[in-house]
């Protein structure tokens, strides 16, 4: 039913759950909110009911223990925060919160900032040309985590990058095949192949990374640095057992931060684009501010926590207003009605990260140039780990008058 839902495009509109998701939304309308499904040998419980959902994320009690990770998406985050439990799942936790807290955050600007302003100086060469945005934001989060998370480049990293993406994509076209126990493990596909060369060529890569990272600090184990890299080698060189991380706990850590730092990120900065290409009012509102906050010098982290204006009664309306006295007011104080970073302690790490990645890209993009949707735009979402369009998001750009000189 996907299969087919994919294979075509649709109609430039904001409701694509039907497309995106057709057998759920088929058995919404014919079973209601929560309904139970078979996925082979095991049952699946779909739950809609917003109460429901906040009571599962939550998970005061313990009772919702996260489904076991196999087959391809085993191979992809490995044993990490995403996938493990328990005093694991806190330790890595720690790790990753002290990674990203806001003083991190706020050291990291400057190379977010850096990292924008090689994407726009390829963009000067395509002024009032259209420019595939998708491909570009991918290249601008690759660079953006490559620098804060591991120290590196996105050239640095660039196989590890190439081979999470071609592990995605077969996780992607085996979502919804069943997998016979055994049988599988005999007979094994091309994907079963290829996934296990990628898996491997993926840990080879990192352990080079973290052979680097060890090699440049000559050993001392107090000066790791203090990026995410760093804490996780200074981790698994820790006297104390009880804090110390394994090799493949840093391999699995690497591996879910390379592909959730700049995977979800990209598909936040090629919608947005699109949104405001199409609803160029709002397009201006947001200069404004941005202008009235930063005029035409780079942004700042003081000025990033007060951009309002697009982040902000009809889901299927391009309202951003609604978000203009916060999430909590837009929903009614209901964290389970909109909950694009997760909810509950198990809520994204990344939050606050991606947040000011996107802002700070938007901002400086916003200073410079105005853009529009090309006709050759073909609105296909679909789903590869994150919604994604399937050929691209084209737009044009054009320099806004009397800036050219402000940031030449």
Not at 2 to 19: A, D, G, Q, V
Not at 54 to 69: L, Q, V, W
Not at 289 to 298: A, H, I, R, S, T
Request: proline share 4%; with cysteine; net charge neutral.
């Amino acid at each position: 039913m996907r299969k087919e839902s994919f294979s075509k495009p649709m109609n430039l509109t904001h409701h694509i759950f039907p497309r995106i998701q057709p057998h759920i939304h088929t058995w919404i309308n014919g079973y209601g909110k929560n309904f139970m499904y078979w996925y082979g040998p095991r049952a699946q419980l779909v739950v809609t009911e917003t109460e429901l959902v906040k009571e599962i994320m939550n998970n005061r009690d313990k009772s919702y223990p996260k489904a076991d990770t196999e087959g391809f998406l085993k191979k992809l985050l490995g044993d990490g925060l995403v996938t493990t439990e328990g005093e694991k799942w806190a330790k890595l936790r720690k790790l990753a919160n002290h990674a990203f807290h806001a003083e991190s955050l706020k050291n990291m600007t400057p190379a977010m900032i850096s990292s924008a302003e090689m994407m726009l100086q390829r963009w000067k060469e395509q002024e009032g040309k259209e420019i595939e945005v998708f491909e570009e934001f991918r290249l601008l989060t690759s660079e953006v985590i490559s620098r804060t998370a591991f120290g590196s480049s996105y050239l640095e990293g660039q196989d590890i990058f190439d081979m999470l993406r071609k592990l995605s994509i077969i996780i992607s076209r085996n979502a919804f095949k069943v997998r016979i126990p055994f049988l599988s493990w005999l007979l094994k596909s091309g994907d079963d192949i290829e996934s296990e060369k990628l898996e491997q060529g993926i840990r080879d890569s990192i352990i080079r990374i973290i052979a680097k990272k060890e090699k440049s600090m000559n050993g001392e184990v107090r000066n790791f640095g203090v990026d995410f890299l760093g804490l996780l080698v200074k981790a698994n060189h820790d006297a104390d057992e009880g804090n110390r991380i394994t090799v493949q706990d840093v391999v699995d850590e690497c591996k879910t931060f390379y592909i959730a730092g700049h995977e979800t990120t990209t598909s936040l900065l090629a919608w947005t684009v699109l949104l405001l290409a199409i609803h160029t009012d709002w397009q201006e509102k947001a200069r404004q501010e941005v202008l009235d906050l930063f005029g035409k010098e780079p942004p700042n982290s003081d000025g990033i926590s007060r951009l309002k204006t697009i982040w902000g009664e009809d889901a299927q309306l391009f309202k951003p207003e609604r978000f203009s006295e916060g999430v909590a007011k837009a929903t009614n104080n209901n964290p389970a009605v909109f909950l694009p970073f997760g909810l509950g302690p198990r809520s994204c790490v990344g939050l606050n990260f991606a947040t000011n990645e996107a802002k700070i890209a938007l901002t400086m993009i916003l200073q410079r140039y105005a853009f529009t949707l090309s006709p050759a735009y073909i609105h296909s979402p679909i789903v590869i780990l994150t919604i994604r369009p399937k050929h691209g998001v084209q737009s044009r750009a054009d320099q806004k008058q009397g800036q050219r000189d402000n940031f030449d």
